[in-house]
């Protein structure tokens, strides 16, 4: 049988999704031999390329060799400490190295492209343009220059959703692993815990799978509370205008007085539209979740954990990648011809904000305290747009899980 005949069932179904896969990977090749594209993608490289997956590697190799890792990390090329839990080393008992980055960097860019094309399912050639908008954005193709841990949070959290709603009981246990795993990981993704109840099943069933897999979280988390404490000193804050955050609204506006009007400017047209937007389809943002399978795992898991990134301020750029879970669901309500207000607003705000950073790059400067960014008016009118979409895509999101959460807890049942 011809596979790539177009008249072949699996031509029909993958030629959407096998497109975007390979521009993906083109694009990110393409980078990679010509730095200067990455440049005016926003993509600010770093030699070596996977610097991330390297810091991951050069802990757990001076781990071995006896360093106090959470100190001082002389292995990693940046000299940077360990800023993540003690699961993380493991990468030195089993003999992984810094040599190594270059096959470990390449096989979880193909697996997480693979994955993540799989996710977001397109289906025609709308659906299509969206998704490689989505996949060479600077902070997806961030993510993967530099080999991000991140990205591992984004296979596992995927992986757990794909399990839990499976039929069964075994794959459930196994989905709950893995969150427990991921959550081990980087603390956050906690948060996916909710994503469990994407599961069809009674409702105190779907009670005790959630609230014991969070128990066993909140014991592993608690085993390890001394790491995490020193890991929170260590961790940087993205307390600048390519971080997202309460705590970085609350403190942008006082600190840069002269500088406010055009924020506001620039933020307050931008969220009135947002909290207008909420008021007036709040039926359809209530409703817009399915409340058990795949795409209503993905979505919960997604949204959930870019929200309480949010309100922790812990957002950087390629934190984004929880997003694209989401926006399975957008993909496809977007293709087909019931496409509704509210599915429009979150994934043309979401690709809004995936692409202004680009923007942000060439209208502000760094200055000499390496904390703020001097520049014309209209640059600060940008960043107050940049900084009100993060807070919109937030805001809808949360309406639309608070929606999800009660229909599955009180009105369905499978």
């Not at 991330?52 to 781990?63: K, M, Q, S, T, Y």
Request: hydrophobic content about 55%; overall charge positive.
């Amino acid at each position: 049988m011809n596979f790539f005949s177009k008249d072949s069932k699996f031509w029909q179904e993958q030629r959407w999704p096998l497109l975007v896969g390979v521009v993906v990977m083109l694009v990110f090749a393409a980078g990679v031999v010509f730095p200067g594209l990455f440049l005016a993608l926003g993509v600010n490289a770093i030699h070596p390329i996977f610097i991330d997956l390297i810091a991951i590697l050069a802990a757990g190799e001076a781990a071995q060799q006896g360093w106090d890792v959470y100190a001082s990390n002389p292995l990693d090329p940046l000299g940077r400490p360990h800023v993540y839990g003690p699961w993380w080393l493991v990468t030195g008992m089993v003999g992984l190295l810094r040599v190594d980055a270059w096959w470990l960097g390449l096989l979880l860019a193909v697996i997480f492209v693979a994955t993540a094309v799989k996710v977001l399912a397109p289906r025609n050639l709308r659906t299509t343009f969206i998704a490689i908008l989505l996949l060479v954005s600077q902070p997806v193709l961030l993510a993967i220059e530099r080999g991000n841990n991140d990205l591992i949070i984004f296979l596992l959290l995927t992986a757990a959703v794909w399990l839990v709603t499976r039929i069964s009981w075994v794959s459930s246990l196994l989905a709950a692993a893995l969150v427990i795993l991921a959550a081990a990981l980087k603390l956050y993704p906690v948060a996916a815990l909710p994503a469990l109840a994407a599961r069809a099943t009674t409702r105190g069933r779907m009670l005790l799978l959630v609230v014991g897999t969070g128990l066993v979280c909140g014991g592993i988390i608690l085993s390890s509370l001394a790491v995490y404490q020193r890991v929170a000193e260590l961790a940087p804050e993205p307390l600048t205008v390519f971080g997202y955050g309460l705590k970085l609204s609350y403190y942008l506006l006082p600190e840069i007085a002269w500088k406010r009007y055009w924020m506001l400017s620039g933020a307050i047209p931008v969220l009135l539209f947002f909290f207008w937007s909420c008021w007036r389809k709040r039926r359809e943002f209530w409703n817009l979740v399915p409340t058990t399978g795949f795409t209503a795992g993905c979505y919960v898991a997604g949204a959930i954990c870019w929200c309480l990134c949010y309100a922790a301020t812990i957002n950087y750029s390629y934190r984004m990648l929880l997003l694209l879970l989401p926006a399975r669901l957008w993909l496809q309500r977007e293709g087909t011809a019931k496409a509704g207000y509210v599915v429009r607003l979150q994934w043309i705000s979401v690709l809004l904000l995936f692409w202004t950073p680009r923007v942000i790059d060439y209208l502000l400067i760094l200055n000499k305290e390496d904390r703020y960014f001097d520049g014309p008016p209209f640059s600060w009118a940008v960043v107050g747009i940049e900084q009100a979409l993060a807070a919109g895509v937030t805001i809808t999101l949360l309406w639309a899980l608070v929606g999800w959460g009660w229909r599955r807890l009180f009105v369905s049942q499978p």
